[in-house]
């Protein structure tokens, strides 16, 4: 891994400028809508860490609610996993992957691009199937039933908390 660092770091470069070409607009004579010289302007990695990340409430709000979404994910997803596998022989995790598909859908299809919205959704959801679990689930079937349910429902916001910093 360190030699792949090494040999990334010497060969990959940021933008066709910092080669000595020129933008890619200007070299296809492509330029978008709202294009301006400006958006060629060329930042070091602390201007860009300081103007574009550490003011940013957008990018803090998706910290904070990713610190959330990790406490519940290894929370209820690794620890009650290994303890109900040895204690009580129960697995249940199968159900983050179409949880996860089901989430990007929703996100993409039915609210059109809005992760936080979609997030917040999943994340109620995972709340009331927490509650349910702590509170009233007594028998096999009803934790594998809250199991299963936070399982699906967890694991879209993990993966949406990276899309939306994408976005």
Not at 43 to 71: D, Q, S
Not at 82 to 88: M, N, Q, V, W
Not at 96 to 117: E, H, M, N, Y
Request: hydrophobic share 50%.
């Amino acid at each position: 891994a360190l030699f792949i660092v090494v040999i990334s770091f010497l060969l990959i470069r940021d933008t066709p400028q910092s080669c000595g070409l020129p933008p890619i607009e200007e070299f296809r004579n492509d330029y978008p809508k709202n294009y301006s010289a400006k958006s060629e302007e060329e930042l070091t990695t602390k201007e860009i860490f300081f103007k574009y990340v550490l003011n940013n409430k957008t990018l803090w709000f998706i910290a904070i609610a990713n610190a959330f979404i990790y406490l519940v994910r290894y929370g209820v997803l690794d620890w009650a996993p290994t303890y109900l596998k040895e204690a009580r022989d129960f697995a249940y995790e199968f159900a983050a992957i179409p949880g996860t598909i089901v989430c990007g859908w929703l996100s993409d299809r039915v609210f059109k691009g809005r992760r936080a919205l979609t997030t917040m959704i999943y994340m109620v959801l995972v709340a009331v199937f927490i509650f349910v679990y702590w509170q009233f689930a007594r028998t096999p079937m009803a934790i594998s039933i809250c199991l299963i349910a936070i399982g699906f429902l967890i694991y879209g916001p993990v993966m949406l908390i990276g899309v939306h910093a994408l976005d």
